[in-house]
């Protein structure tokens, strides 16, 4: 791998100065993008990702090292990698990082990254980091989602054309209940769908509504969607994944890149572009000039906030119980 010699640079982000160390640092060598490439990438399409992460308690997927081959992403188990996911505010933060107060499952607690300014972004892409992983809810209530998060997951071998069926059949059936969703790639062959919500409601419920939503896909398109937890029990192409709505599960936020070698992204999409997407159109290169040109699809995503009991009226009609968490 080349060494990064470029001495670092500091860029003004708004009314900070944001230090970038080793600019020429190769993230992405098969596409011969440097850190330098991807910190300006995230400047470009700054109101977007800024929009998707404000005030959220964010994990942070870094990747130091930039992409390479046969690199490897941390686990709790080995604790050794190429790569790691930050749950807590990193150790040297600018006192300007905000960070907002969480709970895990397992009880215990962590200040976690919260942006509040694109300078944060830019800083944390400094780090190395390009995947944000936002929670559902903002600071000012972690306890209860204020966003509806559908992950629509493809099985192996299943191209992204087979799951966009799935994800028309999802808007067809918000729309019979009043609400309204947004969708974008996940910058691989799956589409997540957002719909924003009141945030009344637990973890448990919000989870307990993407079932029964679940359920409902199942029986419109039996030959495609499945809600079965067990993979090697899953017999159709698409699993609706309700359990991304448990607490400190998270999905890769819109604009964030995905470690692999063709750098693509996570790309917010117009409804009326879905059948002609696919994943490999929106990459590092590619989107700031579609976000100049058009903006940002994901804009009008909390200008009304939705109410679950449409929802949660279908899951009390199937009698559906909060799912184990997983």
Known sequence: MTVATTAAQEIQVGERLVRVSSPDKPYFPERGLTKLDVVNYFLSVGDGILRALRDRPTMLERWPRGVFEGAKVATRQTNKGDAFYQKRLPAGAPDWV???HITFPSGRTADEVAPSELAVVIWAANLGTLRFHPWPVSKGDVERPDQLRIDLDPMPGVDFAQVVPVAHEVRAFLTELGLEGFPKTTGGRGIHVYVSIEPRWSFGECRRAVLALGLEMQRR?????TTTWWRDQRDRP????????????????AYSIRPTPAALVSAPLEWSELDDARPEDFDVLSMPARFAGRGDPHAGLDKRRYSLEPLLERADAEGLESPPER
């Open 221 to 225: 398109l039996p030959d495609l969607v």
């Open 238 to 253: 698409v699993f609706v994944d309700y359990n991304q709505m448990a607490r400190d599960h998270t999905m890769t936020s």
């Open 98 to 100: 905000r960070t907002a």
